[in-house]
């Protein structure tokens, strides 16, 4: 898988930087966010490097997006939210902050879960 150096994301795909592993397998790899923006916060990256979603080919994607269902069914049932936003960030003004293309999973637990004092929105 193309990776790139200095990419914090792709040091904790290849385990140079730990991290507490949600899902895996050979196309992408789902993990806890260090930060719990809600209880359960999971990121979903591709194994190979890619920037944003500009950047990002038709494949990638695919296989990136295809993954979603299963990974927010087995956090529901670890869990139990009572619902979940899953968001994509890109570029900073939209609040990128790490340059290597994930998907957020955010459960949700109602009025006070957090969610709004990171996002801003309802
Ligand atoms: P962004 O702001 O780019 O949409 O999301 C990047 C996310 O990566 C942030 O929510 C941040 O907490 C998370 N993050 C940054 N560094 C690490 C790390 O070393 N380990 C884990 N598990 N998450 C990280
Ligand atoms: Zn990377």
Known sequence: MAQEQDCIFC?????EIPSSKVYEDEDVYAFL?????TKGHTL???KEHTKDI???SPQIAEKLFSRVPRI?????QT?????MNILN???EPAGQSVFH????????????DGFKAKWNVN
């Open 11 to 15: 040091k904790i795909i290849n385990g």
């Open 101 to 112: 293309l994930h998907i957020h999973l955010l459960p949700r637990y109602g009025e006070g």
């Open 72 to 76: 927010a069914q087995a956090i529901k």
């Open 89 to 91: 960030n890109n570029e």
């Open 33 to 37: 966010d260090i930060s719990q923006v």
């Open 54 to 56: 500009y950047n990002t």
């Open 79 to 83: 869990y139990q939210p009572i619902g």
């Open 44 to 46: 979903i990256v591709p």
